[in-house]
């Protein structure tokens, strides 16, 4: 169906936008003059949207038309043919009109075609398109009239009727059109729609009315976080919510948001974890708890990094790291299932498989497989160091054998890690809330879980030792002393806690985000969220 009235501003060069934009408003100036001003309506009354008033349209023909079959025009002339089809059509219609499914619906005019005593428009909503039937002897000389002035981008309620048009098309009837709220900014051009990436980020309200797949990603972002809850609750978790603004940001290796709470006159930090908190509740007797909340990092913004996203942790007492494994593996598991149909599916060129078990491998293996370096047989810190230089890995004098494993992890594993992988047993140097392997010194039981060569998931058998926890956070402050802008602090109201008692828990941390990006198919993190921050216009 084309469109003679889009008014789009990516039609060709000589369409004046100011000239459409003037139009718009002196439309809205007579309609107002008239009595028929659309901002002064306040609700419609919607009882179908799209999909469903054309699936149930479907559902009712399947049953009342079932086994009446096609017409047979062979060995006829086109006339004969012409006709028999016509007849055909109307049967069908007749018997579909005596049972019909009327409506009212309500979205935004996107194609718009007028023909005399007779138009077509194309309407969207949240669940896809229709197309509406508009015919003056329905409507009426008046609000005919009315239609043929409504604009592309305009949003109105239609109340009507379904049925076929003859071409197969289900459409709506229009008995009633109401124009709801008049479009002022001319919308991108229907057919090249909005693909200036910038823009599209920045005026993201553009991009979900002229990109129905990026509406998608986002209806299906909203059932991923929804099924992490439906899951969790179902585990029994109980859902909390910690404070935003801390003074102590710990939980993580980042540099926090720093501002300044007036009232007290004291300066805080935006937290970059949910860590410190969820545990003080572990303390408290709350066994099972899970946050889904923003984060926010000052670092750099690439394809898999903003400085606020979306993080989940929970905490669970009486279990540890393998407990946690099996916990994530099912729930990855559970989510693509629920929200996919599957547990198999695409991003890009790779084929990932959530159904199979999850590989588990300790970093050590991983490093000695892709990067053919035995950390187990290498000495101390200066050995860690020349092995380091020998393979032009590049590391800070400060590093410790702990730390350059993970600089080797880095280099050479992490991208090989495409289907789901556990990687377990990290340096103690790099996990500073981590309870120690009680079988291997210098490392503790932790994991992360790699897809796609990306960090996926962080977990520990956390460290409930005050003592032991007083001297990891010594550490970080002498880390910190020396200048490292991510190291953790000393938190003293958090050791308090772990001396009044924590039980042995087990905790897991990952990024949304990233989730989504993965079972929507989406290359970056700005995809997936809906308002990703910018640098300013001005």
């Known amino acids: ?85 016509n007849a055909d ?75 076929r048009t003859q071409k197969g098309e289900i459409s709506v009837h229009a008995t009633e059109t109401t124009l709801l709220s008049k479009n002022l900014q001319p919308l991108p051009e229907k057919f090249h729609g909005l693909t200036n990436t910038d823009l599209r980020y920045r005026q993201r309200y553009t991009d979900l009315i002229m990109n129905p797949d990026v ?104 279990t540890d790291y393998y407990g946690m494994m099996d916990l994530t593996e099912n729930m990855f598991r559970h989510v693509a299932q629920e929200v996919l149909g599957t547990t198999t599916f695409n991003y890009g060129d790779l084929t990932l498989d959530f159904g199979k078990p999850f590989e588990r491998m300790t970093m050590i293996d991983a490093v000695k497989k892709y990067a053919g370096v035995d950390f187990d047989a290498i000495a101390d810190d200066e050995a860690a160091k020349a092995i380091a230089k020998e393979k032009h890995v590049e590391f800070e004098p400060h590093h410790k054998k702990g730390d350059i494993l993970n600089l080797f992890f880095e280099e050479y594993v992490e991208e090989h890690l495409m289907q789901p992988t556990f990687i377990m047993d ?9 309870k120690k392997k009680p079988d291997k010194e210098g490392y503790v039981e932790r994991f992360e879980l790699f897809i796609n060569g990306w960090e996926m998931c962080n ?22 002393d020396m200048g490292d802008e991510e190291a953790n602090h000393t938190d003293e109201d958090f050791l308090n806690a772990l001396e009044i008692g924590m039980a042995p828990t087990g905790g897991i941390g990952y990024g949304i985000d990233r989730l989504c990006m993965l079972l929507t198919d989406s290359p970056a993190i700005r995809d997936v969220l809906l308002f990703p921050t910018l640098k300013s216009q001005n």
Not at 426 to 434: A, D, K, Q, W, Y
Not at 459 to 480: G, M, T, V
């Open 215 to 318: 509406k998608d990603t986002f209806i299906k972002r909203s059932k991923i976080i929804s099924s992490i809850r439906h899951y969790l609750d179902a585990q029994g978790f109980m859902e909390v919510e910690t404070p935003m603004l801390v003074s102590n940001a710990g939980g993580a290796a980042a540099r926090p948001f720093q501002t300044h709470f007036n009232a007290l006159d004291e300066d805080l930090n935006l937290r970059i974890s949910l860590e410190l908190y969820l545990k003080r509740l572990i303390v408290g007797g709350l066994e099972r708890v899970y946050e889904i909340g923003r984060v926010f990092r000052n670092e750099g913004l690439d394809t898999r990094h903003n400085p606020e996203f979306t993080l989940m942790e929970l905490y669970q007492a009486y």
């Open 89 to 163: 059509y109307n049967e069908r219609r007749a018997i579909m009109d005596a049972s019909p499914i009327n409506v009212s619906i309500a979205g935004r005019i996107m194609l718009k075609r007028v023909m005399g005593k007779a138009s077509f428009c194309n309407v969207a909503d949240l669940k896809g398109d229709v197309q509406v039937y508009v015919a003056r002897d329905a409507l009426g000389e008046e609000p005919y009239g009315d239609f043929k002035k409504y604009d592309v981008g305009d949003i109105i309620g239609v109340k009507g009727y379904m049925f």
């Open 1 to 85: 169906m084309g469109d003679n009235n889009q008014g789009g501003a990516g039609n060709a060069p000589a369409v004046d936008l100011n000239q459409v934009r003037k139009n718009k408003r002196e439309k809205l100036a007579a309609l107002q003059a008239a009595g028929k001003d659309p901002f002064v309506i306040t609700k419609y009354d919607v009882d179908h949207h799209s999909a469903d008033a054309k699936a149930e349209y479907e559902e009712l023909e399947a049953k009342l038309l079932a086994g009446r079959a096609s017409v047979n025009t062979d060995g006829m002339d086109e006339a004969a043919a012409r006709e028999a089809v």
């Open 459 to 480: 977990a520990y058998s956390e460290l409930n030792d005050p003592i032991d926890q007083r001297e990891r956070f010594k550490a970080q402050d002498a880390l910190a």
């Open 426 to 434: 990290h340096p103690i140097e790099i996990s500073p809330l981590t």
